[in-house]
């Protein structure tokens, strides 16, 4: 996909999003739309992935350490053909295999279950020193939340993939600045994130993670790097592309009413209508 393209299919995704959420009448919006171009470079661009065999053994596993952003997750996923866009309005509803948090038994293309803060990274470490081990060629990438580094185990995992080189992983950190109870800094504040990695002997790379070109730079930068795992630290913006959700807190865990839900469309049919013309 070229850049256009890719942005097109991220305001796709935020669409669907917004739309799952607002179905739901509950769910996680704001990290889901601030991470929508990482996830959409990462499965349309980025990843060795076949919706039409989701469980090749040789394919790139993704952990969504920040379990609570499912929607974004789901969209990509159902975006990438891995299962029907309209199965998205079933979201968090009885029945439905789109449970509120990843659930890897159910959904085509999750590879771990997530949702309890800070363990998510740590399965992305061991599923990286089992790459290692059985000398598969497979890559690791897993997204994390700015608020969720709070957590111990996160700096555990750490630790550990430094120490054992993994060069075939690949930690994302969502840095939006707001977890539920506000800015991550006024709350328990986790900067300067990219030196505490660096600290952990990670290859640090800080871009905006809202920009395809610094995206496409950072991953490939990645690849490239060798004897160390690689934290990307991106810069976000909460509820992107929603003129009442971005930057604000109350936006991470809020579904919108049916008004709500026609604004945020038509913002989101704008920021469309302008890639278009592009």
Known sequence: MNKLELMKTANEIRKSIVTAVHSAKSGHPGGSLSAADIYTYLFFEEMNIDPKDPKKAERDRFV??????????????AHRGFFPVEDLTTLRKVGSYLQGHPDMKHIPGVDMSSGSLGQGISAAVGMAISAKLSEDDY?????????????????????????????????IVDNNNLQIDGPIDEVNSPYPIDKKFEAFNF?????N???FDEIAAAFKEARETKGQPTAIIAKTVKGKDVSFMENQAAWHGNAPNDEQYAVAMADLEKVGEALCQM
């Open 209 to 211: 993670g809202n920009d």
């Open 64 to 77: 969504l350490s920040k379990g609570h952003t499912a929607p974004g997750y789901y969209s990509t996923l």
């Open 139 to 171: 890559r690791v990438y897993t997204l994390l939340g700015d608020g969720e580094i709070q957590e111990g185990q996160v700096w555990e995992a750490s630790m550990l993939a430094a120490h054992r080189k993994l060069d075939n992983l690949v930690v």
């Open 203 to 207: 290859h640090v790379i800080n871009i």
